[in-house]
């Protein structure tokens, strides 16, 4: 189904002049589901990638898994991640796996090489190839190994909708966003696991709720506070170096966790207001829904979030040309800013 109905979310100019617009949708919602600002349709379903990665970990705290195993803030952090293959990145996945005597052979995500720049090419430099390790979403896949091997199930095909890890998960994200997540809007995502198409507006509720705890179960909303407090002394891990979420984290801390998926959807949850962000760019540029999630998370996160200035260089940012020389920038659309 095509898109029915979307809005200016960024701007992109050459000279001044705007050269192109990304469009979608946000919805902007509190923990009992009241929308606070929305623009274009938050209620067709979008595929939610890797926004609830720190809702698929919830099950990781949950459970007690966590504890038992001795697994550190950077290593939930990771849990939470989409990283960007770099070696603080892969040495940390594999330290996961070692904690249940499990090794980078179980792993179900896929290879592909880092997709860090710089750390591809230092791989490549050291003759090496990549690993599992390095697919963006190890930290994820060995959080759900973790929880497999505490549990004493099976960890062969923890990836598949029917597995008992992969079905507490998805559960924990269908709880948190009181979205309906069964076959009949279940797809695959690029490391295999399952990925669900909902609202928007179910997906910020659930990060509203994640943000705050409000209306959840006592282990359920320590759990959330948990994996805030890692990923904020972990901010490296959640995506890596220059990387939005990981800049945004490493200078607001608890005040903020944001993070990214593919194809343009970005979620953010704010603990200081106890609301939740969901941004869709539909063309599927992540660089519009980092440019319209910074213009939100500025107007709806608090006094402290508004005034911080790394939000604001993500606001609006230049673009230089291989020469050096500044031809524009990116910049969120107008009507987000209030």
Known sequence: MAFQTDAPLAEVTRAGRVESVHRGAVAVVDDTGRVVFAAGDIEQPTYTRSSVKALLALPLVETGAADRLGLTAEELALACASHTGE?????????????????????????HWPTSDAAARALAASG??????????????????????????DVAGYSTPDHPVMREAVRAVAEMTGAVHDDSNRGIDGCSIPTHAIALRALATGFARFATGAGLHADRASACARLRKAVAAAPAMVAGTGRFDTVVME????????KMGAEGIMIAALPETGLGIAVKCHDGAIRGAEAAIAALMIRFGGDTVAADPVLHRWLSHAMHNWNGLLIGEVRAAPGLLG
């Open 87 to 111: 070696a603080m990145h892969a040495t940390v996945a594999a330290r996961m796996l070692a904690r249940t005597g499990r090794d980078v052979a179980c792993l179900e995500c896929g290879t």
């Open 128 to 153: 090496h190839t990549p690993s599992a390790l390095h697919n963006n979403c190890s930290g994820k896949h060995a959080g759900f190994v973790c929880v497999a091997c505490d549990s004493g199930r």
């Open 251 to 258: 200078s607001l801390g608890e005040r903020v966790f944001c």
